[in-house]
C-alpha cells in the first residue's frame, strides 16, 4: 500500500484554532462490513480538501459522519474543535452543506427561500462572519439575479444546482461540504463555480471538503488530495506530491527543424538533458508534462486493489 | 432560549409562507374544495329529512359531527403525507443541516396545518349555516369550542406525526386511508352510532374521530338530541378525557418517533430514495 504523507501530518505543529478537521483512525461498520478501517486526515483554515476515490470507498460515510448526519463506530473526530456526534445549533450554524437536491421547497420562490434560510443564522452572526449572507449579494455571486422570483419547481438542472450552492453558503459557512458539486452544470457555470470556491476559500477564509468524480476539478480547486480506496486513506498530499510519489511517464514534446516530436520517458529531466546536449539551440517549443492527477490517481487506486487482492490471497492460503 | 424564539420565529415565517402558496397554487385549493363540496352536497340534500323523532333535519346533524371529522382527518392524514413527502424530497434533510432548522420545521407544520384546518372549517360551516336550519351556538357552546379544537388538533396531529415517521413512502399513505375510512364510517359522523353493535362502538369510542364529531354536535345541536347519543348525553368530561389521553401519548411518543425518523436522514438516504421512485417512474 503507498501512503503518502501530506505536509501537515509530517510538518510543524498547527495552532488548534486554525485546525478545521480532525480526524484521527476514524472507523465504521455496517454489519459485518468495515466501510472505514482507520482513516486520519486534517484540514486547516482556508484550506480546499478534495476526498476522491472511486464508489464505495466511503467518500460519502466520511463525510456523512463530519456532517453530523451519521454515527460512527469508532476513532476520534473533530471538525471545528467540536465531536459531530454531539454538536449543537451553534455549531451547526458554522456548517454549510451543498445537498444534491431533487423537487424539495418547489412551490417556494427563489429570493423567498434563500432568505427564510437566511433567518435561521442570524442569531449566530459574528463580527468575524457576519450571518446570514445578504440575499440579494448572494443571489448575483451564485448568477441567479434573473431567477430570484421564480418559483424554484420551475428551474432548470444547473440553476437548482446553484440554489443548492447558495442554500449551502447563505449562513457563511467556516467549513463547506460539497459533495458533486458540479455534476450538471455547463462549462461556462462550472468555471463560474471554480471562481466562486476560490473566492469562498481566499477572501473568506472558508475550509472546503469536496468530493468529486471529475479529476481535472479537483486538480484545479484542491491545495491538497486525500483519495479513499477500500476504506483507507491511500494518499494525502497536493496533486504535485502526489505524482512524485507516482512513477509515471512524462509526455515531452518539442519542435527540431520544423517537425515536431513527442516522446514518452519516466525521467524527464534526463531525457531533456541529452536532447539538448544532442542537438543543442535546434531544440524549440519545448513542453514536459507530468503524469496528470488523473494518471496519478488511477495508479494510486490499482495498487491499492491490488494490495487488497494480495492481502487476501494470502490469508485464504494462511486459513488453508 | 435563542434557540426557542428562534424556531417560534422562523417557525412562524415558514408555516405563513406554505399557508399563502397553498391558498395560491389551483391543485392545493382543489384539495380543500373538493371535500367540502362533497359535505355541502351530502347536508344539502338530507336538508329536508329529519333525525327520527326529532324536528332537527338530518343535514343539521351531519355538518357538525363532520366538521368534527374535518378536523380529525386534516390533524391526522396532512400531518402524516407532509412528513413523508418532505422527508423524500430532501426538504427535511435541509431543515436538518440549518441551525434550529428541525424547530423551525415543525412549528411550521403546525402552523400550516393550523391554518389549513381553520380554513376548512370555515368554508363548510360557513354555507352549512345557510344550507340548513337548526344549528345555533350558546355562550356554553363556544366555551367548549375553545377548548375542543385546540385539544383535538394536539390529540390528532402526533398520531399524523407519527404515522408519517413510520411509514416508508407517499406510496403506503394509502394503508392509513383504508382503516380511517373505516374508522369514520363507525364514528357516528354519517350513521348514528347507536345503530352499530356494541363491539363496534366500543371501537369507535377508543379513537378521537368519534369524540371530535360528538363535541361539535354538543356545540351546535340543541340538548334535545342526546337522545340519540350513547348515554343520552353529550359526555364532554369523557371526550376531554379521552382526547387528553390522546395528547398526552402523542406529544410523549411522537418526537421520539421524529427525532428517531430525523437521525436516519442523510444526503446518501435522500439519494437512495430518489433512485427508487426514479426506478418506479420508468
Same mark, same amino acid.
Given at each position: =500500500? ?11 505543529? =498547527? ?12 472507523? =465504521? ?268 490517481? =488511477? ?22 | @432560549? ?74 391526522? @392524514? ?37 391554518? @389549513? ?160 421512485? @426514479?426506478?418506479?417512474?420508468?
Amino acid at each position: =500500500m503507498t501512503t503518502v504523507t501530506g505536509v501537515l501530518e509530517s510538518g510543524v505543529p =498547527m495552532p488548534v484554532d486554525e485546525q478545521v478537521l480532525d480526524v484521527r483512525d476514524l472507523r =465504521m461498520r455496517y454489519g459485518t462490513k468495515d466501510v472505514l478501517q482507520g482513516v486520519s486526515f486534517t484540514a486547516r483554515r482556508g484550506e480546499v480538501l478534495a476526498l476522491l476515490g472511486p464508489n464505495g470507498a466511503g467518500k460519502t460515510t466520511t463525510i456523512e459522519i463530519l456532517e453530523g448526519f451519521r454515527k460512527r463506530s469508532a476513532g476520534d473526530v473533530r471538525v471545528l474543535g467540536v465531536d459531530p456526534g454531539i454538536g449543537g445549533e451553534r455549531w451547526r450554524a458554522r456548517l454549510g452543506v451543498v445537498l444534491q437536491s431533487w423537487r424539495d421547497h418547489g412551490k417556494w420562490r427563489v429570493r423567498e427561500l434563500l432568505h427564510h434560510l437566511g433567518t435561521y443564522y442570524s442569531v449566530y452572526s459574528t463580527a468575524e462572519f457576519p450571518r446570514p449572507w445578504p440575499v440579494d449579494d448572494l443571489l448575483e455571486t451564485v448568477g441567479l439575479t434573473a431567477q430570484s422570483r421564480q418559483r424554484i419547481a420551475q428551474l432548470s438542472g444547473g440553476q437548482r444546482r446553484r440554489l443548492d450552492v447558495a442554500i449551502g453558503i447563505v449562513g457563511r459557512p467556516e467549513l463547506l461540504f460539497l459533495d458533486e458539486p458540479t455534476v450538471g452544470f455547463d462549462p461556462a457555470a462550472r468555471r463560474d463555480f471554480h471562481d466562486l470556491v476560490h473566492r469562498l476559500a481566499d477572501v473568506d477564509g472558508t475550509t472546503i471538503l469536496l468530493t468529486t468524480h471529475d479529476l481535472d476539478e479537483a486538480e484545479k480547486l484542491a491545495d491538497r488530495i486525500v483519495i479513499l480506496a477500500g476504506g483507507r486513506i491511500i494518499a494525502d498530499g497536493s496533486a504535485d506530491q502526489l505524482s512524485l510519489r507516482v512513477a509515471g511517464e512524462s509526455e515531452i514534446r518539442w519542435t527540431r527543424d520544423g517537425a515536431r516530436y513527442v516522446h514518452s520517458a519516466i525521467d524527464a529531466t534526463r531525457f531533456v538533458r541529452e536532447l539538448f546536449q544532442q542537438y543543442g539551440d535546434a531544440i524549440t517549443d519545448l513542453e514536459v508534462r507530468r503524469a496528470s492527477l488523473e494518471e496519478t490517481y =488511477m495508479t494510486l487506486v490499482r495498487e491499492s486493489e491490488a494490495g487488497r487482492a494480495h492481502e487476501a490471497a494470502s490469508t485464504f492460503q494462511e486459513a488453508l | @432560549m435563542s434557540s426557542v424564539s428562534t424556531a417560534a420565529r422562523t417557525g412562524l415565517a415558514r408555516g405563513g409562507i406554505e399557508l399563502r402558496q397553498t391558498l395560491t397554487h389551483a391543485a392545493d385549493i382543489w384539495q380543500f374544495v373538493s371535500p367540502s363540496i362533497l359535505l355541502l352536497g351530502t347536508i344539502f340534500f338530507e336538508a329536508d329529512a329529519t333525525v327520527p323523532g326529532t324536528d332537527i333535519s338530518l343535514g343539521a346533524r351531519t355538518l357538525p359531527s363532520a366538521l368534527g371529522m374535518g378536523f380529525a382527518f386534516t390533524g391526522l @392524514m396532512t400531518v402524516a403525507m407532509l412528513l413523508v413527502v418532505d422527508r423524500e424530497d430532501g426538504t427535511l434533510l435541509r431543515a436538518k443541516a440549518t441551525p434550529n432548522g428541525m424547530s423551525g420545521y415543525l412549528v411550521g407544520k403546525i402552523v400550516l396545518v393550523g391554518g @389549513m384546518s381553520a380554513i376548512v372549517l370555515a368554508i363548510q360551516l360557513i354555507p352549512g349555516l345557510f344550507i340548513v336550519d337548526g344549528l345555533h351556538i350558546d355562550a356554553f357552546g363556544w366555551f367548549t369550542l375553545v377548548w375542543l379544537v385546540p385539544l383535538g388538533f394536539i390529540a390528532t396531529m402526533p398520531i399524523g406525526a407519527m404515522a408519517g415517521s413510520l411509514l416508508d413512502g407517499p406510496r403506503n399513505l394509502g394503508f392509513l386511508m383504508l382503516p380511517l375510512g373505516g374508522l369514520v364510517a363507525i364514528s357516528g359522523i354519517f350513521y348514528p352510532i347507536t345503530s352499530m353493535p356494541g363491539w363496534l362502538q366500543a371501537i369507535a369510542q377508543l379513537f378521537p374521530i368519534y369524540w371530535l364529531g360528538l363535541g361539535m354536535r354538543s356545540v351546535f345541536l340543541p340538548d334535545a338530541l342526546t337522545t340519540a347519543e350513547l348515554g343520552h348525553s353529550w359526555r364532554l368530561w369523557e371526550t376531554a378525557g379521552v382526547l387528553g389521553v390522546w395528547a398526552v401519548l402523542g406529544l410523549a411518543i411522537a418526537p421520539i418517533l421524529l427525532r428517531r425518523m430525523a437521525e436516519r436522514e442523510s444526503g446518501s438516504a435522500v439519494a437512495a430514495r430518489r433512485e427508487k421512485a @426514479m426506478t418506479r417512474a420508468v
